[in-house]
């Protein structure tokens, strides 16, 4: 044994040795292999490469994709490996599977794009370079069946509440703003004035007029005609407020943009003890790329109240958060309300108002209602570089609307003391818009009704023109009016047609021009309450593109008419 173990004998043994046949055997039992050949160690290698390349190919199959969601504060990401050969709504499933959700209620977007669900995931990787993990954002809407089970749950605080959820600290912006520091009060439930039915009232105002336009934020200061108009709108919801229009427990939330924050400023001086927080979500963002920001702002801050309890949460935003915000409380889908800002065109410090029952139900009162705004401080676009106005005459620098301006009236009270005083308000603002939106060039039109037709004899008078009657046939068939006089002029640059009618006619033809289909348009009427002798703005331009200035727009009106 010591010999085999030592090499064996190697000559040292010989015939009479006494271990001689137990080497043999042992020798024999256990041979060497075969010595190895360079050709063999060179197929080895060629096989274990290929076994390895296999492996490889069969990995390079799968795609791996980081899927992000917001949760609270935080955004959390899960990885999910596809086949390539799947599709994006095979990936909604997965992700769905995970949410414990149907797979209609995942949206999914990639570099700002709505994905669709026939795409398949291999284009999709080779569209966006992918070498490794790729990266999408997906939002979960909540069902029909769980926003009513949780709508008590959902918002359990009024807007003070509210606001600390999105802004971590308070500003103390002007002497009487209460200042938070550390955690937000306790609510103190206020009581409604419609008896049992709880009631948010959200004032989204966008900011003044800045210079600087596209450079970086803090240039971004507010006009001379910009700081007139936050002082403007900040008098017009302190007076609001003193009527009685709104839930006197209120707060004031504002993007953390100089702009914002210089037109927010002017609040607390018109209503001493309002508490103003401040967040970094309601900064200017597009939605297209950022939807994930922009429906984590709508599901905060739109939260049905409670039962009994009435606030009023006044926000100074941005054009494009704010669209979003108004798209979706009207139940617009996410990737629709994402494109809101291709359809509006918002004055500077105008208001837009939403509000929230109790039962989660929204409805819009105003878009963009900047009639309460001097006409000599009106704009809507910032400028670029320096504020030059005073080196300019004083005037606000703005162009005039080109195409045509269709300007929707709702017609009069049927107070016949108020509908005087109602279409007076209406003739003369619609007068005074002659410097930059309505031109020389107008027809006046109208239903059948006396109050529409007091509405129009007012406004034809002040432009020497007689108004034209509709069909009696419009109100139940207001598709023929619409295809008439929404297209741009075809003989002139520009011109204006008003149409005064009532309230489902006018809310039908807005919504038609928001792309909306006939039927759509009926259904959606409901989810609008514009007031009497209020007044919409639609641009339809001469490529026929079509831009929403205002909507339901009472600005105009003494606030005893209203």
Known sequence: FWLKVSGGCRGLVNDSCPFRELCLKLSMSDAAPPKRTRDDDLAEEVTSAANVAGEGQKRAKQLCFIAKKSAGADTVSTEVVMDPQGTIEDLAKRLAEHEGCSAPLITLVCKGQMLKNASDLQSLADKQGADGKIVVVYLVRKSAAVAKATTTVAAATPAVGTAALVGGTSVACAAGVVVASGPAPEPVEAKSSTGSSGTRVLLLIRHGQCCHD???????????????????????????????????????????????????VKLPKHKPGLEVWHGDLLRETDPTKNPLRAEEVFVRLFAAPPESASDTLVIVAHNNIILYLLMRAAGVPIETATQAWRLFHLPHASLTRVDVASSGAKSIFCIGAAGHISHSHTTWNNIQGADMSAWKGGGPERHKFSGRMVILVRQGSSNAERADAQADAVAKHITALKDYMVSSHMVVTCTTSFAAQQTANAVARKFHVMPKLLPDSVAEHPEGAFLQFFSSPEDRSRDTVVMVAEDKTVLYWLLRALQMSPQESKAATSAYCIGHASITLVNVRSDRSIKVVAVGDTGHLPLACV
């Open 214 to 264: 596209h450079e970086h934020d803090e240039l971004k200061g507010l006009t001379t005609h910009g700081h007139a108009q936050a002082e403007e709108t900040a008098q017009f919801v302190a007076q609001l407020f003193v009527a009685g229009a709104f839930p006197q427990q209120c707060a004031l939330l504002h993007s953390t943009s100089r702009r914002a924050r210089e037109t927010a």
